[in-house]
């Protein structure tokens, strides 16, 4: 049960990469993440999935959590790179065209 | 005044074991109420104060219920409730360290003095120290003198170490008492024995998660007044007596939409603007089918929710791969559509949620292969959920898992 982040700031763009399991055990650190990446003053906002190994319902609705934010603030969010198993997931549940557009 | 050490210490340790005494050996048996209440007797006692009380955080931060007292002329009448920030215990919720007032002046207007119901007339001095779990102020606890006193180092110590104790005995409980009403309300709502529907052979199961108990998940079943079958699976985020509830009001304005609308679509559609509303932090996915009056067909709309499995006798199961729509909750005005298709004799429809297929160590897809497999055999609605069950390897899954197979007679 990790999960490690980072963020990193080009232009107006923030960018949060995430690597391991994202679960209900440690999705606050995600949500954290996106929130004060999305007070940053960013316009963009965007959460790098390459390095993500797991996603269960309680992620997925953390990435829905942080779109929908980012609407109310009149900024941009986005995933990128979501790969194997968490692109499967996102696409099956109907979720990883709201969340990649 | 005797140095730390010597008699002073032994005084304080005998002090402390006998307070442990008290929060050990009365936690299994008394309320919490009763308990704090007794621990604020031994306080007044054991701090030679007039006074003490406890106020307990509410659910949103906002302010300090009065849940225990001691040693007041009279007890509050009505719920005492004091807005973090104001009086003495809200000027220690705010700060999380201990406050001592040497001379209380009783504020003249009754609206205003928010320690007031809470110490007795006359009361000269006050001391009043957080609770605290994992380091957040859950409550606070405080206690009045009819005498001025300047209270010492170690009074505010020994006041620090009741706190600790009323604060790991108050969040023991509640955490207790979450789980058995998450448990009650979910056995409420759940029946395991589902309602019989005339011609439809129907079966459900639901597994606590070894880690999170009980947690979002549910199933219904229900005949409409149309002669329309609903069935119903979903998942709330979340997991505890907070997941429970909220799945309890999302399943019962479900079950009020359909009431409305035979059209699956619809009632997702009326149900997240519900949710958005009036529960703007939920989200859930969930799968709603209604079954034509003669069961022969099935018109589904999904919301974010795993593909249902279509069993066909003789036939390999299928996943049905149709496009879901977001999940509730998820976004404003989101699109929603159905999908319809026909339900032959002996066929079927299989629900289930995620914790039956996703597993750390591989891929989604690989377990909703296997899953697939697995229920290929099944001959009715019950063996299909048997089947479902083995998935689970005889473990406790992580998640909780809801499962409802239905089949056409």
């Known amino acids: 049960m990790t999960l490690s982040l980072s963020t990193t700031r080009d232009a107006g763009t923030c960018t949060v990469s995430i690597a391991g399991d994202v679960d209900m055990a440690t999705v606050t650190d995600l949500e954290r993440a996106v929130a004060a990446a999305l007070d940053s003053g960013a316009e963009v906002v965007v959460v790098d999935l390459a390095a993500v190994t797991f996603i269960d319902s309680a992620g997925i609705n953390a990435l829905l959590k942080g779109r929908r934010l980012a609407d109310e603030r009149a900024r941009r969010f986005r995933i990128a790179n979501p790969a194997g198993v968490v692109h499967d997931v996102l696409d099956m549940t109907g979720v990883l065209a709201h969340l990649t557009g | ?409």
């Open chain 2, 1 to 409: 005044m005797p140095r730390r050490g010597g008699k002073a210490l032994a005084d304080s340790e005998e002090k402390v074991r006998r307070l442990q005494a008290v929060t050990d050996a009365a936690l299994s048996q008394l309320g919490l109420e009763d308990l704090l209440h007794e621990l604020l007797e031994r306080t007044l006692d054991i701090l030679r104060a007039d006074s003490a009380a406890v106020l307990l955080l509410d659910q949103d931060g906002t302010e300090l219920v009065a849940t225990a007292t001691a040693g007041l002329d009279r007890e509050p009448r009505h719920e005492v409730r004091v807005p973090v920030g104001h009086g003495l215990a809200g000027a220690v919720a705010v700060r999380g360290e201990p406050v001592a007032v040497e001379r209380y002046d009783r504020a003249g207007d009754g609206a205003t003095d928010f320690d007031g119901a809470l110490v007795p007339a006359r009361t000269a001095s006050l001391l009043g120290v957080p609770m605290l779990s994992s380091g957040r102020v859950v409550g606070v606890l405080h206690i009045g003198t009819l005498r001025p006193r300047s209270f010492t180092a170690d009074d505010i110590e020994l006041l620090q170490l009741v706190a600790d104790r009323a604060g790991l005995a108050t969040e023991a409980r509640r955490s207790h008492l979450d789980r058995a009403a998450a448990v009650a309300l979910q056995r409420s709502l759940l029946p395991a024995r589902p309602p019989t529907v005339p011609g439809l052979d129907v079966a459900v199961r639901y597994v606590p998660g070894a880690q999170v108990g009980v947690g979002g998940d549910w199933y219904d079943v229900f005949d409409l007044p149309s002669g329309h079958v609903g069935i119903v699976i979903g998942d709330v985020a979340g997991s505890g007596l907070h997941a429970a509830v909220v799945m309890g009001r999302i399943r019962s304005a479900l079950r009020a939409y359909a009431m409305e609308t035979d059209d699956p679509a619809d009632v997702l559609t009326r149900l997240d603007r519900k949710v958005q509303r009036f529960e703007p932090d939920a989200m859930a996915t969930a799968v709603y089918a209604v079954l034509g009056p003669g069961l022969d067909t099935v018109t589904l709309s999904n919301a974010g929710h795993l593909p249902p499995v279509m069993m066909r006798p003789d036939e390999p199961s299928t996943l049905l791969t149709i496009r879901p729509d977001l999940p509730l909750g998820a976004y404003r005005d989101a699109g929603r559509h159905n999908t319809r298709m026909p339900l032959e004799p002996g066929q079927g429809l299989f629900l289930y949620t995620d914790g039956l297929v996703e597993r750390k160590a591989r891929g989604i897809t690989p377990g909703l292969r296997r899953m697939v497999t697995v229920l290929a055999a099944a001959a009715s609605a019950d063996a299909t959920c048997n089947a479902a069950m083995t998935l689970l390897d005889n473990t406790a899954p992580t998640d909780d898992v809801a499962v409802l197979a239905v089949r056409r007679g």
